[in-house]
Nanobody, 126 residues
Framework: QLQLVESGGGLVQPGGSLRLSCLAYGTVLDYYTIFWIRQPPGKEREGVSCITGNGFMTSYADSVKGRFTISRDNAKGTIDLQMNDLKPEDTGVYYC???????????????????WGQGTPVTVSE
């Protein structure tokens, strides 16, 4: 059974950087597209990025394109999100999540996500 655990969140100033990590374990990771989802305070969850099981395809929300980079290392069982030039609107709880095996890496329509990490909060503020 796939399980996910996020880490790396914290408080950062606008323009700063943060690297989130998602540790995946319990099954063969190569089969799973992994998503990073965030939930700003008082708002609905939104897709940030995704990466296919083999790492060959990625997708980003327009709001983070050029600033965030998703990557994975299946040997280590990790999926990272490097976040640069952070803005206050990036504030929220960030989750890594997985749909069914071999799912597409598309942020729209909203993906059907079956497995979630516990979330790690990110606050971008002076």
């Amino acid at each position: 059974q796939l399980q996910l655990v996020e880490s790396g969140g914290g408080l950062v100033q606008p323009g700063g950087s943060l690297r989130l990590s998602c540790l995946a374990y319990g099954t063969v990771l190569d089969y799973y597209t992994i998503f990073w989802i965030r939930q700003p305070p008082g708002k609905e969850r939104e897709g940030v990025s995704c990466i296919t099981g083999n790492g060959f395809m990625t997708s980003y929300a327009d709001s983070v394109k050029g600033r965030f980079t998703i990557s994975r290392d299946n040997a280590k069982g990790t999926i990272d999100l490097q976040m640069n030039d952070l803005k206050p609107e990036d504030t929220g709880v960030y989750y890594c999540a997985a749909p069914r095996m071999f799912a597409l890496c598309e942020l729209s329509p909203d993906p059907q996500l079956n497995t979630w990490g516990q979330g790690t909060p990110v606050t971008v503020s002076e």
